[in-house]
């Protein structure tokens, strides 16, 4: 994709002549090319990297980021559980810990996976920075250049970089109502987080512990912020991959282990899903009712029944990735379909959030997309002199019904109906 | 080496019968070793994180751990500062952050390289999750199989699992008076740590940013706890590093950035890490007086200008890690030379760390390993019916006085003499 404006500084600084900098060889990146190893060499900017320094703007309404709406959580709750990690244990806090994990964080990880039908032990968990940190231990630990991942299509973004930079080669499949059969990666951020519809079983609790290795993460129901999340996995596994974490970052942060021990010791964490989920159904069903305002007939979406994203499709003839450049023009932001395929597929997808983004700001961001759409198939209808273009699917499938992510009929009421990128579980 | 008692769980779990799980086929360690990539068959438990876990134990008194004296921060100081942070930034502090680090935390980073005669701009710094992940970023980026690494004898012990997963062919180098000649990666974490002599100036300042990757971290002057660290190098290098660590764990913690920035906009950090030398000069000054003390004569040891560690050598007919087995027994612990060296030497080294460790800690500790070492020589003396066993370098060389980490003579009182594991300054 391109992206003019990149104001991230290190990024286009060889580029900016008004920066003064000492060292002006080190601008050049032909210099340092052949240092480079093989696997940094296919590496690129990731769309999301680029539209997350665009997005940072200020005038700009973002429906592109993933991002939970850290703004419920209030911020006196916050002072005060860290005044008491602050006073009981400020030199735990402040100290390298296992790379494993502090036990007390285990804890609630094993109450968020019992919530979700998981019995685990400690001795089942690792302690991650994060949920992507799983993503890259998992490939670090099990990929080779050239071995082959199956992903459902699209998957997650973020995992794009981390495929390319482990050189392996990512076959996407897309889903049916069966689903696709199953031993790698489950990575299920977003399992508590449940508008409508019975909670589905996880692969992990299926699988019975022999070949899944589940992905969790506080991100979704507590904070990003603190960049903790797990993983759980057959021992041999687990140990394989203890040794990746260890090289990678020693441990992940106490202080931040701390706080988890601390809120779910002195708060109702499943009622403040509750309250999250409350939120976030409300901001889904203002996106679809917007969507249905605003979106031309030929578009058609998802309407996930967990998660943070809904799914757009445009007619073929619009590349979403070009549409986002006329988007960012309007103070408007959306991550580009193609972001989630690794084969070029997803041209005129656009992946839309709706949990990081207030009530107003959904409807407005919409009918500003919505707007350019519309140019986009006027034009198109010019050129060609066709009233209707031939996009079959979307005759009479507007708003709120059922649409597709992934190139297929999908009825988004069943309740076994869910887009899992990656394995990513939305509902 | 070999450690008898390991009690993490989920390395040992597979042959503790007591342990009932439901996956019993997951402890079959041989059922997925084919499923790991090469560079993962390469990766074995390392000394350093088996011995973690045994000196966890509370009856052990450890001198293996690079652990700074957290105990030294206030923990009032602590709760206030994160009262702050909660009151005026709850929802960034929980929320994602730009994977190059909050600008808020460029700036103390920028103070602390000053302080050391080095001038960058935010946009020459990525904030990483503890130095550790600049040592993993810098060999993904850099390091194909088979790429020869120069490292200095000994090197730092955590590095050594990153290098062997990224498949790199490691050459140790023994330093002399002039070092050796040093365009690859400059580990800083003990820069502001100098007990005495004159600072010496860094080789990032002295290249002027055209090939040393420089790499910083709080863990030794704040926390290790918060696990920020940073790194700077050449633009084109920078944004490399930058696309490896969105794709490792997306941001370091902004909880922990923000931290920092409290920290330096509301406290003198200058003085706390004037405080910090003050304790770890003293604690260096009686480590070398129980060695004086409880040595034997055929023992020499290093007296650093700086860094948190004492090397000592035996007699080439004791093997350090056998030795630790048998200060384990003694309830002391020390990290045995080997785990600093990929090529088998440092036999017969120990590393002794003397931040972590109390006053009188310090001196039972070393105590009770000056015992173990003396069986170990009479042992030895009584069986070869010698003496005084050759090893000509030990003689007269006792007590604070010059030493070596590396099997050479040096003079530890000139101001340029240090031991510089990777590139790890001491002083």
């Given amino acids: 994709m391109t992206i003019d404006e990149t104001p991230r500084g290190h990024a286009s600084g060889g580029e900016t002549p008004g920066m003064a900098k000492p060292r002006s060889g080190a ?11 093989r696997r940094t060499q296919v590496m690129k900017s990731s769309a999301m990297r680029d539209l997350m320094a665009v997005t940072a703007r200020p005038e700009v309404i ?4 993933g991002l939970p709406d850290t703004s419920t959580f209030p911020a006196e709750d916050f002072a005060s559980l860290m005044t008491r990690v602050g006073v009981d244990d400020a030199a735990r806090a402040l100290q390298y810990g296992p790379t494993e994990g ?26 991650t920075t994060g949920g992507q940190q799983v993503i890259d231990l998992v490939c670090k630990t099990l990929i080779d250049p050239g071995d082959v991942i199956i992903a459902e299509a699209p998957t997650y973004p973020g995992a794009v970089p981390v495929f390319v930079s482990y050189q392996a080669d990512v076959v996407q499949i897309e889903m049916d109502q069966d689903g696709m059969r ?18 589905l079983p996880t692969l992990f609790s299926l699988d019975g512990g022999e070949f899944v290795i589940y992905l969790g993460t506080f991100s979704k129901i507590l904070s990003p912020g603190i960049r903790i999340g797990w993983t759980s996995a057959p021992r041999p596994v687990l140990d394989k991959l203890n040794l990746g974490k260890g090289a990678a970052d020693l441990c992940s942060s106490p202080l931040s282990q701390l706080f988890v021990r601390q809120y779910f010791a002195d708060r109702d964490w499943l009622a403040y899903v509750r309250e999250l989920t409350g939120v976030y159904r ?10 249905a305002e605003h979106f031309p007939r030929e578009a058609t979406w998802t309407r996930p029944q967990g998660g943070l994203f809904i799914w757009a499709r445009m007619p073929d003839y619009i590349d979403t990735t070009d549409l986002l450049a006329r988007a960012l023009r309007e103070h408007v932001a959306f991550v580009p379909g193609r972001a989630a395929y690794l084969d070029g597929r997803g041209g005129s997808e656009m992946r839309l959030n709706f949990s990081g983004v207030g009530d107003d700001d959904i409807r407005e961001g919409i009918r500003r997309i919505g707007e350019v759409i ?3 198939v006027g034009l198109y209808e010019t050129l060609t002199g066709k009233a209707r273009p031939g996009h ?13 992510a992934g190139a297929r009929q999908r009825d988004p009421d069943a309740p076994d109906a869910r887009v899992l990128p990656l394995h990513r579980r939305t509902g």
């Fill in 27 to 37: 601008r050049d990146l032909e210099r340092y090319a052949g240092l480079f190893a």
């Fill in 62 to 65: 973002s429906l592109a980021g």
């Fill in 102 to 127: 502090l036990n007390e964080v285990k804890d609630p990880i094993a109450q968020v996976m019992a919530a979700e039908g998981m019995e685990v032990e400690p001795e089942d968990l690792l302690v």
């Fill in 182 to 199: 199953i031993d790698v990666l489950e990575d299920n951020p977003y399992g508590m987080l449940r508008y409508e519809g019975e909670p």
């Fill in 282 to 291: 409300r901001r889904r069903d203002i996106m679809l009712e917007a969507l």
């Fill in 374 to 376: 519309r140019e986009q």
């Fill in 392 to 404: 079959s699917r979307a005759a009479g499938d507007r708003g709120g019904q059922a649409a597709q």
